[in-house]
């Protein structure tokens, strides 16, 4: 038994395996990173693929012990990462995926081809991903997909990368690896402070598979209003669920937030941005985040707008709550569901912001996990109170 010291995903990780082990098992078993999928084991299918000190490799084929001291990033890595967003949402808007099994290390390879190529050409796009097996989709929708974000991050003037980033010669994990794997204690600790000193990611823009309109009155002055919308820990006091791990800052804010529908619960921990228009009274947040126990991501975005009612003394706040879900939630996540949950708490959160503003204590429901048997239940009154308020209008007609 060795005992492996490396980094995954930003993080410093030490821990024992066996020399047989082979880093696809080692993410998967140690580290509960099952987005590394098992395909042939024979480094032919591609869908264990991660990156390697930041290049493309077969995880299934790489021993775990042949990467002491090397940087891997799994596809749970790349939540956060701009051009993998880029491709999961043109993946879902060229229907280029069906059972998703593929899906992780046609992505890890994809962002490869997106950095490098320096134009969408379709024949290197399809001998760049010759690599990755789908038994589902016949590889149009995916070409397609890769092709338009190297279209778009062209057009914007992203220029691509000689070799998509490599910085060392020889073999994958080679450029980080300590000179011997018995070295002490200083040697492996020395990945640590690399962690804590790294850049954020930047959270990414992107197009929403979703979005609900939302509309809610406050007895308060829009200036008064907007200038509470600044102030992001007490928003996120007011959102139910809601809750940040992190001091918040305007360019990024960390935090988590908890949901509960009966049997299904889910807390998503991710990041934020907030961006402001005083001269419109209007912002946008966009967010991404992850449930390491379903394995679900999601994207989040929503704009603002406050208008002026009764002559300046209240304000109508025009919400557009864009979203999109992948992973086992997405299962569940049904428009018509989301709909009723988005206006339950959004009513919710209007009442609280309302007693903020005023100086009356908030709810104890704003810094908790939500009630799915409230919720459920309310939805519920409602649809019943829809179905019979239209079977009485065609009684009375």
Not at 51 to 78: H, K, N
Not at 105 to 131: K, Q, T
Not at 136 to 142: E, P, R, S
Not at 309 to 323: K, R
Request: hydrophobic share 40%; aromatic share 4%.
């Amino acid at each position: 038994m060795n005992t492996i010291a490396l980094q995954v995903n930003r993080r410093a990780v030490e821990l024992p395996a066996e020399p047989r082990t082979s880093l696809a098992d080692f993410v998967r078993d140690k580290l509960d990173l099952t987005g590394t999928h098992l395909g042939c084991e024979h480094g032919v299918c591609g869908a264990c693929t991660v990156l390697l000190d930041g290049v493309p490799a077969r995880s299934c084929i790489t021993y775990a012990v042949a990467c002491e001291g090397a940087d891997i990033t799994t596809i749970e890595g790349l939540d956060e990462d701009e051009v993998t967003t880029e491709l999961r949402a043109a993946f879902t808007r060229e229907h280029a995926l069906q059972c998703g099994y593929c899906t992780p290390g046609m992505l890890v390879s994809a962002r490869d081809l997106v950095l490098r190529l320096p134009d969408s050409d379709e024949r290197r796009i399809r001998v760049g991903l010759s690599g990755n097996l789908c038994r589902c989709t016949g590889y149009v929708g995916i070409v397609r997909a890769v092709q338009s974000v190297i279209e778009a991050r062209r057009a914007r003037n992203i220029a691509p990368q000689t070799g998509g980033g490599r910085t060392s010669l020889g073999p994958a994990g080679s450029g980080r690896a300590t000179s011997s794997s018995s070295e002490s204690g200083p040697a492996r600790q020395a990945l640590a402070p690399e962690t804590e000193s790294a850049a954020p990611v930047r959270i990414p823009d992107f197009t929403p598979a979703t979005v609900l309109d939302q509309r809610f009155t406050l007895p308060h002055a829009p200036a008064k209003v907007f200038a509470m919308f600044d102030d992001i820990a007490g928003i996120a006091a007011c959102l139910p669920g809601v809750s940040l791990t992190a001091p918040p800052r305007p360019e990024r804010v960390e935090g988590m937030i908890s949901v509960r529908l009966g049997p299904i619960a889910a807390s998503f921990e991710g990041a934020a941005r907030v961006e402001r228009d005083p001269a419109t009274l209007s912002g946008r947040i966009v967010g991404i985040g992850t449930d390491q126990r379903s394995h679900s991501a999601t994207q989040g975005e929503i704009r603002y707008r406050l208008l002026p009612l009764e002559g300046g003394a209240a304000t109508a706040v025009e919400l557009a709550i864009g979203y999109t879900l992948t992973g086992m939630l997405a299962q569940v996540g049904r428009p018509g569901l989301v709909r009723d949950l988005a206006k339950r708490l959004v009513a919710e959160f209007a009442g609280n912001l309302d007693r903020r503003m005023s100086g009356a204590p908030s709810e104890p429901t704003a810094a908790a996990e939500l009630s799915g048997w409230s919720i459920v239940s309310g939805v519920l009154r409602a649809r019943v109170a829809r179905m019979f308020g239209r079977v009485g209008k065609g009684g009375a007609e």
